[in-house]
């Protein structure tokens, strides 16, 4: 088990700044590859950026490339995601998933753990 806890959401305005950051705790001695999702009231949760166990390969959603950049300390058990000039259509609900593989995933129903989600509000 993995269990996640994520931090660093708030309330910033269009072209502004935050950092998400995901600490993980319990079985993490294995390849766990991690990703970032986000989702809004009615919607499908989406990825946005995810990284893989393997080499660290990352990926992006084509609507936050450029402006959001994911990263992960294996040695502190954390993954960070830089997001730069935030648009409103960025508001969502933000969350840390992680999976049992060396390889990442852009599909919500491949990750086995969450963290409770982040709320980032983006006012224009």
Do not use: H
């Amino acid at each position: 088990q993995v269990q996640l806890v994520e931090s660093g959401g708030g309330l910033v305005q269009a072209g502004g700044s935050l950092r998400l950051s995901c600490a993980a705790s319990g079985r993490t001695d294995g390849p766990v590859s991690m990703g970032w999702f986000r989702q809004i009231p009615g919607k499908e949760r989406e990825s946005v950026a995810r990284i893989s166990w393997l080499k660290g390969t990352t990926s992006y959603a084509d609507s936050v490339k450029g402006r959001f950049t994911i990263s992960r300390d294996n040695a502190k058990n954390t993954m960070d995601l830089q997001m730069n000039s935030l648009k409103p259509e960025d508001t969502a609900v933000y969350y840390c998933a992680a999976r049992y593989d060396p390889y990442s995933s852009s599909s919500s129903s491949a990750y086995a753990f969450w963290g409770q989600g982040t709320q980032v509000s983006v006012s224009s």
